[in-house]
């Protein structure tokens, strides 16, 4: 098995120096979240950082990059996020629709080593397939008000080949000094970190934003009211997360 992953990590080296090797154009992605679980004092951090190569010529992009999830708390007894490190190959279309939800296709696969012990019997390292549908948008009417919106929809290996719909709709007006409250209702058909129940929460909050050329910061502060997965612990309590984006 160990031979198995070492060359599948040696063909993941090679597949991504043959996207980057003839001297198309190419740009990085960084995305990092950081969530503080107040009840259990307990900070997840989800990151993701993409090279893309673009062409004007092609509505295709591919990438390669790397995931990175982590956590203080996760142990044999209770799992608060699947911690793991996962470095992926992918292909994207570029996007496309209206202001208010931009889409995009992608399909992409995933070498994951899971870097922490589970209640459950999920394997340590294996390998993730994983292609549908991603989508963003954000739309300002009747200043100061706002609705911003994400879904994705997917299918995949990792978690017992099934379609999974993750999505969050904001209703919001913007304050001063970047400050902006909203309403949040939070939809996931299936829980990844638990491998089980659907969650529909309901997460009011503040946030404060501040936007630069190449990306945005932002730290909010959250209440989950939830409608599912009651008995689960990491979820009934205040949450304050950190959201850094950057593009270059």
Known sequence: MKTFFKKLGTLYFLLSVSVFAYGAEFSTELYSQTVYL????????????????????????????????????????????????????????????????????????RFVHRTKAFPDDRARSTYELRGGLIGYGLKDFMNPLFIENYYAFFYTRLYENRFIFQGWLRQGVRLKWDFDFFNEIFFDTFDQT????????????????????????QLLHQRLYHFSNLDFSGRNESRTTLVLGWYW
């Not at 010529?57 to 990059?65: K, L």
């Not at 793991?84 to 208010?100: C, E, H, M, N």
């Not at 909050?205 to 936007?211: A, E, H, M, P």
């Open 194 to 217: 638990r491998g089980a129940d659907a969650t529909l929460d309901l997460r009011p909050g503040l946030r404060y934003q501040k936007r630069f050329a190449s990306g945005s910061v």
């Open 38 to 109: 107040h009840r259990f004092k307990n900070p997840i951090t989800q990151n993701r950082l993409n090279v893309v190569r673009s062409s004007q010529d092609s509505h295709f992009e591919p990438y390669a990059g790397l995931w990175w999830d982590h956590d203080k708390k996760t142990n044999g007894e209770e799992a608060f996020t699947d911690a793991q490190i996962a470095p992926y190959l992918g292909v994207r279309s570029k996007t496309w629709g209206p202001d208010f939800l931009t889409s995009r296709i992608f399909s992409e696969g």
